[in-house]
């Protein structure tokens, strides 16, 4: 059955703590590996795709990177403002949808 | 840009109420989907449009219709519902229909309380 999984399911860093989230799949073919960010009550942000492993993209404090197993959003001295949750998704097997791991809530603290 | 807008952002109905929600997207992308979202969950997949036709309907019940009038606008007609079906609804779109590789970009989503 194709799914992914995310670790830690909650994470507290005080503000400069670097640290990274953890996103396993074993989705059959996989086609795209998708990062979200989801503030409370609000609908997902788009991060990053990625596409093959070895693949990875950076944005300001944040780089995703790609294995055959796994995914990693590595956060580089976090600011309050991180904090949300963070979606993982991946695309491929047969279902021909997104499936979504249950998500990281990242706290920052000054 | 990359904005997919919903109407509205908050909704209260009764189990008789018929109301509906909606969606548009300017960005020409030709996949859109509905997502049901419970607190502290994952999005769930409802429906998928590509190219104005139903693609993938998730078993969802009855009570919850979707129309896709024309490659902008995606509907979801809501009829009978049950304060279980109270949740955040979000609609998504995606450049060139349901290939997998296009990411999906998000609205904010309706806020739905069933009473």
């Known amino acids: 059955e194709d799914q992914v999984t995310q670790s830690p399911e909650a994470l507290r860093l005080q503000e400069g703590e670097s640290s990274s989230l953890n996103c396993s799949y074993t989705?059959?073919?996989?086609?795209?590996l998708f990062w979200y960010r989801q503030d409370p009550g609000k609908g997902p942000e788009f991060l990053f795709t990625l596409y093959s492993a070895g693949e990875e993209k950076e944005k300001e404090r944040l780089k995703a990177t790609l294995t055959k197993k796994e995914s990693f959003l590595h956060i580089t001295a976090p600011k309050p403002e991180d904090s949300a949750t963070y979606l993982c998704a991946g695309y491929g097997g047969a279902t021909n949808k997104l499936i979504f791991g249950t998500g990281t809530l990242l706290a920052v603290q000054p | 840009d990359t904005e997919v807008t919903q109407t509205p952002k908050h909704l209260v109905m009764g189990m008789t109420n018929k109301k509906s929600l909606k969606c548009e997207q300017h960005m020409g992308h030709r996949a859109m989907y509905w997502y049901k979202q419970k607190a502290k969950k994952p999005p769930e997949l409802m429906f998928v449009y590509s190219y104005e036709k139903l693609s993938i309907n998730e078993s969802v019940p009855s009570r919850f219709s979707p129309e896709c009038p024309n490659s902008s606008l995606l509907n979801l007609h809501l009829h009978a519902l049950q304060p279980e079906d109270s949740a955040l609804y979000l609609c998504?779109?995606?450049?060139?229909?349901?290939?997998?590789?296009?990411?999906?970009?998000f609205g904010p989503g309706t806020r739905l309380t069933v009473l």
């Open positions: 998504a779109s995606s450049p060139r229909g349901t290939s997998g590789t296009d990411t999906q970009y």
């Open positions: 989705v059959s073919g996989l086609r795209g």
